[in-house]
Nanobody
Framework: QVQLVESGGGLVQPGGSLRLSCAASGTISSINTMAWYRQAPGKERGLVAQ???????NYADSVKGRFTISRDYAKNMVYLQMNSLKPEDTALYYC?????????????WGRGTQVTVSS
């Protein structure tokens, strides 16, 4: 069994910061890419940032220069540092990981953590 659990969401004022964390647990032999996605009400889920096993990163244009993804390979954790938050960053943020399990790499998802940016 593999599980992803996010934490760190909350209510923050515009211009503020939050740090999201995601822990992968279970029978894990290898993790390829880890990523953060988000989904706002009435919108599709979209990629926010991703980081590969080789530490290459990719960001959505809307968060470049404001968000930073990082990873603790030993602890199977991924983080998202979010600075200069805007109301349009309000969404449910999901952790995603490509995990080697039962002989193949499969996509696993957390349940999400809510981020609300409002004054």
């Amino acid at each position: 069994q593999v599980q992803l659990v996010e934490s760190g969401g909350g209510l923050v004022q515009p211009g503020g910061s939050l740090r999201l964390s995601c822990a992968a647990s279970g029978t894990i032999s290898s993790i390829n890419t880890m990523a953060w996605y988000r989904q706002a009400p009435g919108k599709e889920r979209g990629l926010v940032a991703q980081i590969t096993s080789g530490a290459s990163t990719n960001y959505a244009d809307s968060v470049k220069g404001r968000f930073t993804i990082s990873r603790d390979y030993a602890k199977n954790m991924v983080y998202l540092q979010m600075n200069s938050l805007k109301p349009e960053d309000t969404a449910l943020y999901y952790c995603n990981a490509q995990i080697f399990w039962l002989g193949i790499y499969s996509d696993f998802w957390g349940r999400g953590t809510q981020v609300t940016v409002s004054s």
